[in-house]
Nanobody, 126 residues
Framework: QVQLVESGGGLVQAGGSLRLSCAVS????????MGWFRQAPGKERQFIAA????????YDADSVKGRFTISRDNAKNTVYLQMNNLKPEDTAVYYC???????????????????WGQGTQVTVSS
């Protein structure tokens, strides 16, 4: 199966930027889509962005549109989340996810994704 390892989290000041990375290994040929979710304490796991591996089509949540960008590097089997103009409310554990069959209708539901990384902490200070 697919293994995912996130990195790049840390502590930043409000207005700053971070780039998260998700290294993908295993049966990548079976992966259709990659995505990013985040979960703050006491809150539901929230969809951030997704990218479909073959065509490169991307989608992102309204809450981060204009600030966060998902991208990929096929040669490195890596997906990125560039986060700009970070706000304290962005503080959360960020998870990378993968699935072999996603639709636009279901991609925002965390239960639709079959593979997950362990997460990386992002803390934004005010």
């Amino acid at each position: 199966q697919v293994q995912l390892v996130e990195s790049g989290g840390g502590l930043v000041q409000a207005g700053g930027s971070l780039r998260l990375s998700c290294a993908v290994s295993g049966r990548t040929f079976s992966t259709l889509a990659m995505g990013w979710f985040r979960q703050a304490p006491g809150k539901e796991r929230q969809f951030i962005a997704a990218i479909f591996w073959s065509g490169g089509d991307t989608y992102d949540a309204d809450s981060v549109k204009g600030r966060f960008t998902i991208s990929r590097d096929n040669a490195k089997n890596t997906v990125y989340l560039q986060m700009n103009n970070l706000k304290p409310e962005d503080t959360a554990v960020y998870y990378c996810a993968a699935d072999r069959k996603l639709t636009i209708a279901t991609m925002t539901l965390y239960t639709s994704w079959g593979s997950w990384g362990q997460g990386t902490q992002v803390t934004v200070s005010s």
